[in-house]
């Protein structure tokens, strides 16, 4: 079963979702000495099976792949009606109609039986957990399950069913907020000090996320008790990701983030801009019925490269990321992370006293 610890460089890509994560993104991070993740959120199983077709194909180097865990229940449809009204005019302003506010599962049992036949060294679980019978199954193929977690309750709750590693993502970190409830201190915990609440709580290997965008970060979190950081935002503007032309020029700008239900119904971090701060206060906690309604009107605003009107996901220290090639900026962050410990060794040891 895979280890994190026999990684290379102890780097692992985030899953990025609508976008961002793509095929070359994996190798390339793969082929650097990180685990190079896919995101199977939004795709179809055959999209999936064809993407790690695709990372086969170009690298024999250990692969992870990461699933949303379906919500358990449709959202009250009294509590969407008032915000889609609200939405309306968004939609046409940019003469799209909004989608229609369905809940789905997102093909969760189909990506399931894909997984358990392809034997990928990591599936990742964001928003929940899989039952014992799905994490058997993954075993069985060989395959080690990490569990994205968000508190200690969550971390024990996690081990107790059977993860092999857990993904500690802090308040920084860009996207969604990836535990297992959407209320409202589903916000969280700064990185470091979840970590070593996590680390007193379980034995797990733990992967830490959150403003992981250069060396010292990096070189921070493996103080703090992780195995590996998980990069996301940092390498979005590697020429390998898919991330939107628009949002690649504003990444590097001083754009402060916040976190919000605009764009999904579900707690995410994003940069501010005109669509967050007009609904963020009123959009209801409906993932993924608000995902599916605003859709349409969010590929249109990327199409047309209106940073205004669609979901600029990004962790707190987007303005660290570097328009270099994913292995590059991979193997720079293991060089860093190695001089920052190195400097910060020598300046603590006692012959410096
Ligand atoms: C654009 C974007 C998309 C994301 N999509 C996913 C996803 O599909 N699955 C997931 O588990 N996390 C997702 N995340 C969260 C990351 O896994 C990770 O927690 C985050 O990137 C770490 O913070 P950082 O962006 O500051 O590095 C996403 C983050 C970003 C920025």
């Known amino acids: 079963m895979f280890d994190p610890v026999t990684l290379p460089e102890p780097i692992v890509q985030a899953p990025m979702a609508g976008g961002a994560s793509t095929p070359a993104l994996a190798v390339a991070v793969c082929e650097a000495g990180g685990l190079g993740f896919l995101a199977a959120g939004y795709k179809s199983a055959d999209a999936v099976r064809e993407e790690i077709g695709a990372v086969r194909s170009a690298t024999n180097q250990a692969l992870g792949v990461n699933l949303f865990v379906p919500t358990s229940a449709p959202a009250e449809p009294g509590s969407l009606s008032g915000y889609l009204r609200e939405l309306e005019a968004d939609a046409a302003r940019l003469g799209v109609e909004l989608g229609e506010a369905r809940y789905e599962d997102d093909a969760w049992q189909d990506k399931l039986e894909l997984l358990s036949e392809q034997r990928v060294a990591v599936v990742s679980f964001t928003f929940g957990y899989p039952s014992v019978e799905v994490i058997a199954r993954l075993h069985e193929a060989g395959t080690a399950v990490w569990i994205t977690i968000t508190t200690v309750s969550e971390a024990l709750v996690a081990q107790a069913a059977g993860a092999d590693a857990l993904v500690v993502q802090g308040s920084e970190a860009g996207g969604h907020r990836g ?27 733990l992967i830490a996320a959150g403003a992981i965008a250069d060396g010292p970060a990096l070189a921070a979190v493996l103080c703090a008790g992780a195995t590996a950081g998980q990069v996301g935002t940092a390498l979005m503007l590697a020429p390998e990701a898919g991330t939107n032309a628009a949002q690649r020029a504003l990444l590097p700008q001083p754009v402060p983030t916040r976190l919000t239900r605009a764009f999904t119904g579900h707690l995410a971090r994003g940069m501010v801009n005109r669509f967050l701060l007009d609904h963020t206060a009123t959009a209801p906690s ?68």
């Open 179 to 205: 535990g297992f409830s959407d209320d409202d201190d589903a916000g969280g915990t700064a990185v470091l000090g979840l970590l070593r609440l996590v680390r007193r709580a379980v034995a797990l290997p």
């Open 286 to 353: 409906a993932y993924p019925e608000i995902h599916y309604a605003t859709s349409a009107l969010r590929a249109e605003a990327r199409r047309r490269g209106d940073t205004d009107a669609f979901n600029l996901w990004a962790g707190e220290a987007h303005e660290l990321a570097e328009p270099q090639a994913a292995a590059e900026i991979i193997r720079t962050m293991g060089t860093e992370a190695r001089q920052a410990l190195a400097e910060v060794s020598a300046r603590l040891s006692p012959e410096n006293d």
